[in-house]
């Protein structure tokens, strides 16, 4: 027996960073299975697939099973004769590499569900590529609360000033390495 399902639900963007933080990046793929009921209320030709968001949560999950297992493993000490050593080595870079296209693919397909959404809606405003792919579930669930709140045809702030305040960091960061390089060194010790 399936509840009644609406369209995608207000949330804070805020508690949905944090609790990714908190998870170490396994609510995301949670998130969009929870999404894909809703997402599917709006009525529209495109869909999210469950199975891309489970192979998603399958593979950060075995993820951080290999992270745990190579724990220890220091790549410099293989010789270039060992080369199946190496490449198991590079193997949990090749799991990120798919994670991220995987998180990329579903965030542009839940990305095209809103737009078609927006058009179905009467609106000529669409969900910005830039920032899906920058901030992906972020600010699809930004641009899911101004849809509730119906100011998606009103300014977008929120997008930019996140964009400018991560560059600044960036840059600061950059400029307080490169005045002082021993600095990396020292917040190394902290962990």
Known sequence: ME????????????ILFLISVITWGIYPGFWYLRRIKEFRALNTTRRVGKGLVIVYIILTFFLYAVIGLYAGFDIKTISPSETILFILALFPLFVIFILLLLWIAISFRARKIINEALENKGTETKISGFYTLIFNLFYLQYEINRINEDKEDKKRRGPLIWLIIIVLVIVAAAIIISVDPSYVAKIKTLF
């Open 3 to 14: 509840s009644n399902v609406g369209p995608p639900k207000k949330k804070s963007v805020i």
